[in-house]
């Protein structure tokens, strides 16, 4: 299961609560403060679970990709939202090569297509999410049956 | 209501639905995008209502305070989380300094107590939030009734 809790504070409590309801990964945004990336990092051991960092609205996601893993998390997911993807001039190319720089385990979310995903797996992404193409959380390779809320940062 | 979604994606959307539920004001993190900052703004008119940026994990809080004012923010929230709070050498005085060098309105959030509430009104914040003080979410000059949920980022 994957808690997008997408934290921003009290990273401990709020992945300790997570895991111990069973979620195998739970998200903390790149844009929190390295105290609380690393305080969800020290709740992942005792239930053998990780961590999980979303790099929406983070400048230079290469360098904070790097930062973040050395702080203990398991990869990061170059991610660009809904509101960044309408801006013009946006392209989805950003976040795997973002990915390929960082040289760390990654995700990426971002409009990923049916037209795109073979350009992202061949830029070394471990997942690419389909959110917006399907709507209803699935990622591509599991089965469909999720659901994700729209609003609020919680997708589980 | 303070519907506070900390939205960091999607802000006409969450905005909308949460202006439509009965919230007079939505706060979207300041660590957003300038879009996602216009898109909550642009949805508030429509039910008269404002948004406020919360600006946990800013760096350079006076500057992005500046920013997303002239976006259409209400206020800002100079806002230190319970992790920035328990850092070595973290003082709350930081928070209302950065509002008084912002040059417009703000609140502060970030480990304010009785002795700390008058110097915080001193620099001329419109809301102080003593939120880790009380654990239930009342903020000081409110009666107290409210409940915070301390994980998840929906404060209501």
Chains 1, 2 share one sequence.
Do not use: N, W, Y
């Not at 398991?74 to 309408?86: I, N, S």
């Not at 049916?114 to 591509?140: P, Y």
């Amino acid at each position: 299961m994957f808690a997008d809790l997408k934290t921003m504070d009290a990273g401990e409590l709020e992945a300790d609560i997570a895991f111990g309801e069973g979620a195998d990964l739970v998200t903390v945004l790149g844009t929190a403060g390295d105290s609380t990336i690393v305080g969800a990092v020290a709740a992942a051991p005792k239930h053998g679970k990780g961590v999980v960092v979303d790099l929406i609205g983070v400048a230079d996601k290469p360098a904070r990709a790097r930062e973040v893993v050395a702080l203990g998390a398991e990869f990061v997911e170059m991610h660009a939202g809904l509101d960044e993807q309408a801006e013009p001039g946006f392209s989805l190319d950003t976040l795997p090569r973002a990915g390929e720089a960082a040289g760390v385990p990654f995700s990426v979310a971002g409009g990923v297509s049916a037209g795109s995903v073979a350009a992202v797996q061949a830029a070394g992404a471990r997942t690419a999410v389909a959110g917006s193409l399907t709507h209803v959380g699935r990622r591509i390779g599991r089965p469909p049956g999720g659901r994700r809320r729209t609003i609020g940062s919680a997708t589980i």
